[in-house]
């Protein structure tokens, strides 16, 4: 056998296998252990990450970093569908400016969109968002991701995919317009040293510096940030968004996704979603910020928390939206507080966009009322509420676990007090 028989064979008889103890323990003659660790470690994250890739037979995985920067397999499928949607099914290339294109990158009318991902990676976001599309080009300015992205899309059966290996600027320069009819881009959110970076302006690339020219060649641009990012922020810096989408993954806040498209002066429309690891996902809550402001604020009166009835709270997606009153308004709902973001129904609100409780009694917050919690176990979390979960345990002496949900808040009578909670069976 070749030494790379040798460790491909090593990768397959470990992949299951703890890789510091692999990297630790004797080492067999003719492997390649840095590469074999490397794709171990690829092939173990994912296994849950992206199960496409770990299911398909000659995938080779990048270092840790381009691994973990990746996008979820799920996540990228409902962009993919976005993507379908926005385009429709008899999609024409003459739809977007009205007439057919003679270049030689169009294709035939009818016969789909084009696509570029100016920052491909390791190109799940590229494999999946361009599952509909004519021509589809991978760019990165890595030259070992480009080589890693060629050799898994021919495994995963996308030979189709053109690799383009040099920087998003050089790739844009030269190109006419409406050479694509969507680009996709995910630009560096850290520094060469690995360090955070906080403002979009030090991104790589810099999209506020090349929106105009983004825009003149395709009319459609999808933005990958930080869902860290501030969104009022972010739209005083980069023009002509129709759309921001918060995506979430199991509860937690993913990305922030902006829909560039040439032209638009309306009202940006806001929108949330939560996607779970099995492909089903929340109901997403959609509007603008002129609508949301237009709706009455709801909110319960505090004799009302009564035992059996609801309190929800949204998931982390639906929080960063901040559109507390199209939730109310679309659930039925009202807000135990304006700054609470905790939600209360006497009936089960349907389809609420997070987490769902019962109530099963109201602790005021008062030494003789708190003193039967110590050590009791219970879930602690806290909203509109002086002290941090971590400070609050502590004085309350509490241990964590359980089914027993307490959540601190203040009531719109300004009230301080543990809400006693339990998760609200399924419908």
């Known amino acids: 056998m070749t030494d790379r028989d040798l460790t491909e064979q090593f990768i397959m008889e470990n992949r299951t296998a703890d890789v510091r103890s692999l990297a630790l323990s004797h080492h067999p003659q003719g492997v390649d252990m840095r590469y074999a660790l490397t794709q171990i470690a690829g092939w173990q994250t994912a296994r849950l990450k992206v199960p496409l890739w770990a299911a398909t037979d ?66 799940v976001d590229c494999f999946f968002l361009s599952r509909s599309a004519a021509q589809t080009c991978y760019n990165d300015i890595s030259e070992e991701l480009c080589a890693i992205a060629a050799v898994n899309f021919k495994a995963l059966g996308r030979q ?30 850290r520094s060469s040293t690995g360090h955070k970076l906080i403002s979009i302006v030090d991104y790589q690339p ?49 990305e922030l996704l902006l829909l560039m498209q040439r032209g638009f002066a309306s009202e940006t429309q806001i929108e949330a979603i939560d996607i779970f690891s099995n492909g089903n996902s929340l109901a997403p809550v959609v509007s603008t910020r002129e609508k949301e402001s237009a709706l009455p604020l709801p909110i319960a009166h505090p004799l009302k928390l009564r035992p059996g009835t609801y309190i929800g709270e949204p998931s982390a997606p639906y929080m960063k939206s901040a559109l507390f009153r199209t939730i109310a308004d679309r659930t039925g709902t009202a807000l135990l507080h304006p700054d609470s973001h905790l939600f209360w129904s006497s009936d089960r609100p349907l389809d609420f966009p997070g987490r769902l409780f019962t109530i099963t009694g109201i602790i005021p917050f008062d030494k003789r009322s708190l003193a039967p919690l110590a050590r009791t176990r219970a879930n602690l979390s806290v909203r509109n509420f002086p002290d941090s979960a971590p400070q609050l345990q502590h004085k309350l002496k509490l241990r964590d676990g359980g089914d027993r949900y307490l959540i601190a808040t203040t009531l719109a009578d300004t009230r301080k007090v543990l809400l006693d909670l339990k998760k609200a069976l399924p419908d």
């Open 160 to 189: 189709d995919i053109k690799i383009s290996y040099r920087s998003a600027e050089e790739f844009l320069s030269g190109l006419e317009p409406d050479s694509f009819d969507i680009l996709y881009i995910d630009p560096a959110r």
């Open 58 to 123: 000659g995938i080779v995985y990048p270092k840790r970093l381009s691994l973990e920067q990746s996008t979820s397999q799920p996540v990228a499928e409902y962009k993919a569908k976005f993507i379908e949607n926005l385009f429709g099914a008899g999609f024409k290339t003459a739809d977007l400016t009205g007439r057919n294109r003679k270049s030689r990158r169009s294709p035939e009318p009818g016969a789909g969109f084009r696509m570029a991902d100016l920052t491909g990676g390791m190109g």
């Open 206 to 254: 810099d999209i506020t510096a090349m929106q105009e020219n983004l825009l003149h060649i395709s009319r459609y641009v999808m933005v990958k940030l930080s869902p860290l990012l501030d969104i009022t922020q972010t739209l005083t810096e980069i023009k002509n968004v129709s759309r921001v989408i918060i995506t979430g993954l199991d509860g937690e806040c993913k």
